[in-house]
């Protein structure tokens, strides 16, 4: 029973990454490069968002909104004039819990590609599953919270790791949290060495400065 | 092929339901009333466990600790003096995002359910999945912490409607976060009217003896 499982669950993902090669190529195409940004609910991806792209001059942004149900976050981001995209994956029982390729491609002719250079793709909020599920991305974000507790990378090591820029928010909480940042780095080192971080508050505007640099140069990053 | 994908997602679930029935005839068999215990990562599930267990009198209790990798949570406890056994999820690829009936039946004979009157099942930090698997419980608490926002309801509908109680936590941060209590009971009235709620901070123990009485009366409301 246990095999069959684990093969049913690598065809799933065979078929994804196949699904997500082709969205790359039209992300290729278009000149578009594409970040996917993931994190637990409430860790602040949204107001992140929300500070950084309203002055993220020299780069035409597009958003695509992931979501069990509403358009709350696709809402706020209103605001910022830049064409946004929500994507519920709600329907069926009770929703999925992350993005996949497919969902993702039936975004695509939403999604105005020949206007923007950049793609932030937000992904449902969770520490699991999105991790494994490839959309034809260039570069994850994980976005993480002081108010989360410094065992997260340890609990979960696949998201920690399979990111190139871990953005540690709400670092206005800290002297109100019991969250050690050395310990917290010490143990992110242990799962992913080397990877960058990036210690903002989305809610106060400090440190987002150094995420928008970082976005600027994800097109150039990104293999052509 | 959606039809074909929502028959099998519909076969797991009655596959589920029937290793949940046969977890429950084991709990009542000995006479244990179980809880299970979700929330979103970092949402503060263990620690309310640590402040709550230590002076819950009166009421013999074990805890079954889900995690995708690591005991960190179960080490946290096992200073309780209370019987204590951790389940990973972690075996193949990523490790899966919530505990189901077959991964809390597989753990039943480590656990001495002779001796305890209540089985608290910590579930794996997910605010999708682990409303959609029943593994045997007669109630479910969901952990809400005032970090998340106050949209987390309308963004996690179903998490929010399968609970018999919710518990604010972190009560201690309403002064440094934007979170408006009356906007999130509206919210989460919308989806779960009537439904009770403690609101608490597990770090300073405000309101944790609420939780405590809660604890207490759960195998006196349960169906016999």
Not at 128 to 141: L, M, Q, T, Y
Request: charged residues 25%; contains cysteine; negative net charge.
């Amino acid at each position: 029973m246990h095999r069959v499982k684990v093969r049913v669950v690598e065809d799933a993902l065979d078929a994804n990454n196949t699904i997500a090669r082709a969205n790359r190529d039209d992300f290729d195409r278009h000149g578009v490069t594409v970040v996917n940004l993931m994190s637990a609910p409430g860790a602040g991806k949204t107001t992140l968002l929300e500070r950084a792209l309203r002055d993220l001059e020299g780069v035409r942004v597009g958003v695509l909104e992931g979501d069990v149900q509403g358009s709350l976050d696709a809402d706020r981001l209103a605001s910022l004039h830049v064409p946004v995209v929500q994507l519920n994956t709600g329907n069926g029982f009770g929703g999925e819990c992350h993005l996949d390729a497919n969902m993702v491609r039936s975004a695509l002719p939403a999604l105005p590609l020949e206007e923007i250079d950049l793609l932030i793709v937000e992904n449902v909020g969770n520490l699991v599953c999105p991790a494994e599920f490839r959309i034809g991305e260039d570069v994850r974000i994980m976005v993480s919270s002081v108010a989360e507790g410094e065992d997260k990378p340890l609990k979960y090591p696949l998201m920690f790791r399979a990111c190139e820029l871990v953005v540690i928010n709400k670092l206005d909480l800290l002297p109100h949290v019991d969250f050690d940042m050395e310990r917290y780095l010490h143990h992110l080192d242990a799962v992913h060495p080397g990877v960058d971080t990036i210690r903002l508050s989305a809610r106060t505007g400090e440190g987002v400065e150094e995420f928008r640099a970082w976005l600027r140069q994800v097109p150039v990053r990104a293999p052509a």
